[in-house]
């Protein structure tokens, strides 16, 4: 039987960073990956960049609708349709808001017998940990019924505050294992059991918020990208983007995390639905990323 392991966790504590791992892993262990990638906006960026560890054929992007809710039907479909593989493993990375409580219930139910109970594993940001003022709530919310906790952005964090995250979770969720990214063993995770622990469930439909994305174009400088994340507010709680700069003929792909940090690398490929710049949040609106793509470019 498949194992169907689901990624969840706040916007930006590091999911598709430990989804890489786990893929990179499971292909050294032996095992056959096939992973699903929702977001609300173009989960294809995401997904295009997986094809440098694994066939195309093997990845799913499900874009526009929440699998916890209004998606679960269409992913229970994806799910199913999944081809049987030798040792196939299914990697699940769910969009940063997700009500992972009501994901395990739904998910659970409809999905092919050929599949094991899905597992939970959630994504653990030390540092910025139950500091996202009104969103405490959905945080905390996605680590109740999860069989793993990862903990991630460990790096110069102290060991009082890591002790201090580790208590709250065990008394969240005092049944999941707590361990860090480079701790995983890739083959222990489909003999993982689904969580016993009794959850306390939330109104999801606080966490869903806007999003929206418009074309980017051709921007002259590196520079013009921190010029335009620092022009959306902070409101705004995840940017994405993919362009060329200046005379490069390669992409490249760039995001803003909550806590403000702009992270950029080479895109592998060729964006499907062409450059595009990515907002998610409370007032993420075209014109508004349309003013901060005019104000990089007057400046460079």
């Known amino acids: 039987m ?5 990624i969840v966790g706040f916007l930006g504590a590091g999911k598709t960073t430990l989804l890489r791992h786990l893929i990179s892993k499971s292909i050294d262990s032996g095992w056959k990956p096939f992973i699903v990638l929702n977001d609300y906006e173009n989960a294809n960026l995401d997904a295009l960049q997986f094809t440098d560890k694994i066939d195309p054929v093997y990845i799913r992007a499900l874009t526009g609708s929440c699998i916890c809710c209004s998606g679960i039907n269409e992913l229970r479909n994806y799910v199913n349709r999944i081809p049987e593989r030798p040792n196939g493993i299914t990697f699940i990375e769910a969009n940063g808001t997700s009500d992972s ?3 395990m ?3 659970g139910v409809g999905v092919d017998p050929r599949f094991l ?23 905390s919310n996605q680590v109740q019924v999860s069989s793993l906790m990862v903990l991630t952005h460990t790096k110069d964090i102290s060991e009082s505050r890591k002790a201090e995250v580790i208590e709250e979770l065990i008394e ?14 890739v083959s222990l995770l489909p003999k993982l059991l689904p969580s016993k622990n009794e959850a306390k469930k939330m109104d999801h439909h606080k966490s869903h918020w806007s999003s929206c994305s418009v074309d980017l174009p051709d921007l002259p400088h590196l520079d013009s990208i921190y010029a335009v994340c620092r022009s959306l507010p902070n409101t705004i709680l995840r940017v994405k983007g993919c362009t060329k700069i200046g005379e490069e003929q390669r992409y490249t792909y760039f995001e803003r995390t909550p806590d403000g940090k702009v992270f950029i690398r080479p895109f592998n490929g060729i964006p499907i639905t062409g450059p595009k710049l990515l907002a998610i949040g409370p007032s993420s609106e075209p014109s508004l990323l349309n003013k901060a793509i005019d104000e990089s470019l007057i400046s460079y």
């Open 2 to 6: 498949e194992a169907i392991i689901t």
């Open 101 to 103: 409580c009501a994901l």
């Open 105 to 107: 219930e739904f998910l």
């Open 117 to 139: 109970p899905p597992i939970q594993v959630s994504v653990v940001d030390v540092k910025n940990w139950q500091k996202r003022g009104v969103h405490n709530e959905l945080e």
């Open 172 to 185: 969240i969720n005092p049944l999941a294992e707590i361990i860090t990214m480079d701790a995983i063993d």
